[in-house]
């Protein structure tokens, strides 16, 4: 199994930025890759961006050029930068680690408040 967690959530005004980092332990040389996604209130889950073993990253389009992900494989650690944030942007945001099993985790989610 692995296990993870998120931190990083938090308030920020509009235009502002944060990180959000995303910690796996357990049977991380399992990984596949590990990814960003958000639920804001009402709508659905939708992946923000995603990063696999290899480094090959993907983005949503509505973060693209304003969003960074990164990976420490050392610490099996992914980070979410996030720039010019938006007040529709405020929701949970959550990882997920993809294993070869194929199997998925999730963590318990931070709250990303963008609000002047």
């Known amino acids: 199994q692995v296990q993870v967690v998120e931190s990083g959530g938090g308030l920020v005004q509009p235009g502002g930025s944060l990180r959000l980092s995303c910690a796996a332990s357990?049977?991380?040389?399992?990984?596949?890759?590990m990814g960003w996604y958000r639920q804001a209130p009402g709508k659905q889950r939708e992946m923000v961006a995603t990063?696999?073993?290899?480094?090959?990253?993907d983005y949503a389009d509505s973060v693209t050029g304003r969003f960074t992900i990164s990976r420490d494989n050392t610490k099996d650690t992914v980070y979410l930068q996030m720039n010019s944030l938006k007040p529709e942007e405020t929701a949970v945001y959550s990882c997920?680690?993809?294993?070869?099993?194929?199997?998925?985790?999730w963590g318990q989610g931070t709250q990303v408040t963008v609000s002047s």
């Open positions: 357990g049977r991380t040389f399992t990984i596949y890759f």
């Open positions: 990063i696999r073993t290899s480094g090959v990253t």
């Open positions: 997920s680690v993809t294993t070869y099993g194929p199997e998925t985790y």
